[in-house]
């Protein structure tokens, strides 16, 4: 299957960038196979090979191998390095092309199970391309309004605290603005209760003046 997907990319000169698991041997300038773990990358370090061959089994290639271990990836710490095969003749451009798949990924999760359903619609393709109209339009609001309060830094008011989750951000910028108007409609909901309940826990006034900003600042973004 890798040797096939090689060949097409080759020939009709496609963008190659496979994510190989750090097992993977790679046959090195001196004729030995190594697997990428052995390579020597460790956190904040990098590689780059041109035309290698990998496997030993069979022997896919040559291909070139961009490598390269972040220290940290979106505010969390890695735990592993990538490791990359392409067509790419260079370490950066490789690089930056494979980070694009995470935001491309999000945004599909985000219009599916994390925010419209779309899929559940059914609908045909006629009134299909009108929904995906609108859907663009809500989505575009959403996120900018999310990308608002993340810069503001009150994102853990408006949404759970963010853990690393499968490597990937658990809130996109699109869930922090579509779930702002609920915690915004919430604090309206329940503003005397919990003014009631500052007068009985006088200890946690600090933080509900954090809040009170916090709500403030997100109020300032519309």
């Known amino acids: 299957m890798l040797g096939q997907s090689w060949k097409v990319a080759s020939e009709a000169e496609f963008v190659l960038l496979f994510k190989t698991k750090k097992s993977t041997n790679v046959k090195t ?12 990358l460790s956190p904040g370090t990098q590689l780059f090979f041109n035309d290698v061959n990998i496997t030993k089994e069979q022997g896919f290639g040559p291909f070139n191998v961009a490598g390269k271990w972040k220290k940290t990836y979106r505010g969390f710490r890695t735990k592993e390095p990538w490791y990359i095969l392409t067509n790419f003749g260079d370490l950066e451009t490789a690089i930056i092309a494979y980070q694009k798949r995470f935001d491309i ?3 599909f999760r985000d219009f599916k199970s994390g925010g419209y359903s779309l899929e559940g619609s059914q609908l045909a393709p006629q009134y299909l391309s009108k929904l995906i109209i609108v859907i663009a339009i809500a989505y575009t609001s959403a996120t900018l309004q999310g990308k608002k309060i993340k810069d503001m830094g009150i994102q853990k008011y408006v949404t759970r605290p963010e853990k690393r989750y499968k490597g990937q951000r658990r809130h996109s910028s699109f869930y922090v603005g579509q779930h702002l108007y609920h915690w915004l409609q919430l604090h309206q909901m329940f503003q005397k209760n919990i003014e009631e309940l500052m007068q009985i ?9 954090k809040g009170q900003r916090a709500i403030s600042l997100a109020l300032s973004t519309f």
Request: charged residues 45%; glycine residues 8%.
């Open 201 to 209: 826990s006088r200890y946690r006034l600090k933080d509900y003046i």
């Open 105 to 107: 990924e999000e945004m």
């Open 29 to 40: 300038k001196e004729g030995i196979y190594q697997e990428m773990r052995e390579l020597g």
